[in-house]
């Protein structure tokens, strides 16, 4: 069965340092979201992406972070300075259509000392 | 203000009860998704319903959805101790675009 899957599994990085989170959706899917989750608390929604192209993005995304589809499968989420309070789960995930389920990866647990 | 709210926000129970979660949400949606996060990993998709259904099976799962009261009811049959996981619910609207809003969940524990 097709999945989403997200790449590192844990990436410890300094404050400060830039990240790179990397996923690869559904191959035949069209909108890819990054959600993020800190430890406990709820799913927050940081940006969608269609038609190579951010289509919606929450406060959170501000321009510290940036995403891309570079090649046509990959889709990645940089954050250019991490902060502490940008430690979390990321998730990304990807969806058929805009009304369509939405099917997440395993995640990438961000720590930033 | 919370799109999605999940109640209880705990729940346990015993391994062959039934477990009802509910979630309420303030704006007219296009569809409302049930996921299943185990602790610590992904969200597992569990359940779609539109706007215009009513109701929805998937093996033990039944879905329920109430438009007029802004509700939506997830009703675990015969529970396992497999099922223990936090469950949320994520609606789609016009108001807030084609992304997904999580309400905070409900932590469900099954007993053996």
Redesign the interface.
Same mark, same amino acid.
């Given at each position: 069965e097709p999945e989403v899957t997200q790449t590192p599994s844990h990436q410890v990085t300094q404050m400060g340092q830039e990240v790179i989170l990397r996923c690869v959706p559904i191959s035949n899917h069209l909108?890819f979201?990054w959600?993020r989750q800190i430890l406990g608390?709820?799913?927050? +929604?940081l940006v969608?992406f269609y038609n190579n192209e951010i289509?919606?993005k929450s406060e959170i995304f501000d321009d510290q972070f940036s995403v891309e589809r570079p090649d046509g499968s990959n889709f990645t989420l940089k954050i250019r300075s991490t902060k502490l309070e940008d430690s979390a789960?990321y +998730?990304c995930?990807s969806s058929a259509g #805009?009304?369509?389920?939405? +099917? +997440? #990866?395993? #995640?990438t647990?961000l720590t930033v000392v | 203000s919370q799109q999605g709210e999940e109640d209880p926000q705990a729940l346990s129970i015993q391994e062959g009860e039934n477990a009802t979660m509910n979630c309420s949400y303030k704006t007219s949606i296009?569809?409302l %998704?049930w996921?299943r996060q185990n602790s610590?990993?992904?969200?597992?998709?569990l359940i779609?319903i539109?706007s215009n259904e009513r109701e929805k099976h998937s093996g033990r799962l039944r879905v329920t959805l109430d438009t007029s009261k802004k509700s939506s009811s997830l009703l675990i049959t015969a529970s396992r101790a497999a099922d223990t996981a936090s469950y949320?619910c994520?609606t789609?609207s016009h108001v807030y675009? %084609?992304?997904?809003?999580?309400?905070?969940?409900t932590r469900l524990s099954v007993l053996p």
């Open positions: 909108y979201y959600y608390q709820k799913v927050e +929604f969608s289509s919606e789960m +998730f995930a #805009g009304y369509y389920e939405a +099917f +997440f #990866g395993q #995640g647990r | 296009n569809n %998704q996921y610590g990993r992904g969200l597992v998709h779609l539109r949320f994520a789609v675009g %084609q992304n997904f809003v999580f309400g905070p969940g």
